[in-house]
């Protein structure tokens, strides 16, 4: 499956964006979406999932009650709501598809090109 994220820029602290993570393929609803994000200088870590039902999400403790990650699997497409963001969220975001469920990058087989978020103090 091939992923496009989506939704990145610049925003002050306090402020939100939405990632979006559109799939090329009808079989998007057969994948747990994941996104991740890297910083600079920093290993690239996990921020949430959503099962390919959407019954099932998991956060990262650094972004939960911030961030809310959704699917429209008639859309082929995952979101991520950024609210009250803050500068250490400042990253590259990525969106990666894998089967079953987890929070290891290793386990995620496809992954989209990262979009960026910057925020401002």
């Known amino acids: 499956v091939q992923l496009q994220a989506s939704g990145g820029g610049l925003v002050q602290a306090g402020g939100s964006l939405r990632l979006s993570c559109a799939a090329s393929?009808?079989?998007?609803?057969?994948?747990?979406i994941g996104w991740f994000r890297q910083a600079p200088g920093k290993e690239r870590e996990f921020v949430s999932f959503?099962?390919?039902?959407?019954?099932?999400?998991y956060y990262a403790d650094s972004v939960k009650g911030r961030f809310t990650i959704s699917r429209e699997n008639a859309k082929n497409t995952v979101y991520l709501q950024m609210n009250s963001l803050k500068p250490e969220d400042t990253a590259v975001y990525y969106c990666?598809?894998?089967?079953?469920?987890?929070?290891?990058?290793?386990?995620?087989?496809?992954w989209g090109q990262g979009t960026q978020v910057t925020v401002s103090s």
């Open positions: 990666a598809a894998r089967y079953g469920v987890g929070s290891n990058q290793d386990e995620y087989s496809y």
């Open positions: 393929e009808r079989t998007f609803s057969s994948y747990t």
């Open positions: 959503v099962s390919r039902s959407g019954t099932v999400t």
